[in-house]
């Protein structure tokens, strides 16, 4: 089982630069999640998606467009990047909520030079 | 804003000791989550208590909630080598989840052969 799988899993942007990073899931989940961590800070929700073609802002989404068009796969973009938007960024899915474990890609490391 | 805090940030033990690590969350929940984060990966799910329950178990791992303190504790047990990892509470403030969970800033926890 592939679970979910995040590409790239390593990129350097130059700011103002746009990039898009990919989620797929084969676990057939609803809910769809993109979380970025940086150090000290934990992990802060950007973007999520109840279910295919929709999309909610979460704690700091500022920066990134998301689009789910397919129950599967969850787009996170940067249209002008910026060195803020350093960091390591999560994709997650689950079933749908409460009470539902989240299942969590391996990351992808994103340097704004 | 961060909903759980983990304390320690930092705990460093011997192999073979125990291991208590701490989280506190500010509104209702109605579960509460705890993480692994082994270093470059993505977080893995251990456990979840609900807000009915006082106290879990799984294998070498303890969970208690006490809701009218706000906090919870992640007991290890005969720690490992492989224990060696970032440990992270989760909750459910908003709607049960289906606004995503709120992760907390993390305890890393080193295990010391």
């Known amino acids: 089982n592939a679970g979910v799988t995040q590409t790239p899993k390593f990129r350097v942007l130059k700011t103002g630069q746009s990039m898009t990073l990919l989620c797929a899931q084969d676990?057939?989940?609803?809910?769809m999640y993109w979380y970025r961590q940086d150090p000290g800070m934990g992990l802060r929700l950007i973007h999520y998606?109840?279910?295919?073609?929709?999309?909610a802002k979460g704690e700091v989404p500022d920066g990134y467009n998301v689009s789910r068009l397919k129950k599967q796969n969850f787009l996170l973009g940067l249209e002008s990047a910026a060195p803020s938007q350093t960091s390591v960024y999560f994709c997650?899915?689950?079933?749908?909520?409460?009470?539902?474990?989240?299942?969590f890609g391996e990351g992808s490391r994103l340097t704004v030079l | 804003s961060q909903q759980g805090e983990e304390d320690p940030q930092a705990l460093s033990i011997q192999e073979g000791e125990n291991a208590t690590m701490n989280c506190s969350y500010k509104?209702?929940?109605?579960?509460l989550q705890w993480y692994r984060q082994n270093s470059g990966r993505g977080l893995v799910h251990l456990i979840l208590?609900?807000?009915?329950?006082r106290e879990k178990h799984s294998g070498r791992l303890r969970v208690t909630l006490d809701t009218s303190k706000k906090s919870s504790s992640l007991l290890i047990t005969a720690s490992r080598a492989a224990d060696t990892a970032s440990y992270f509470c989760?909750?459910?403030?908003?709607?049960?989840?289906?606004?995503?969970?709120?992760f907390g800033k993390g305890t890393h926890l080193i295990i010391q052969p």
């Open positions: 989760a909750t459910d403030e908003y709607r049960g989840g289906a606004d995503g969970l709120t």
């Open positions: 208590i609900r807000s009915n329950e």
């Open positions: 676990m057939n989940h609803e809910y």
């Open positions: 997650a899915s689950s079933y749908v909520p409460p009470g539902v474990e989240l299942f």
């Open positions: 998606s109840v279910g295919e073609g929709t999309t």
């Open positions: 509104t209702s929940i109605n579960n």
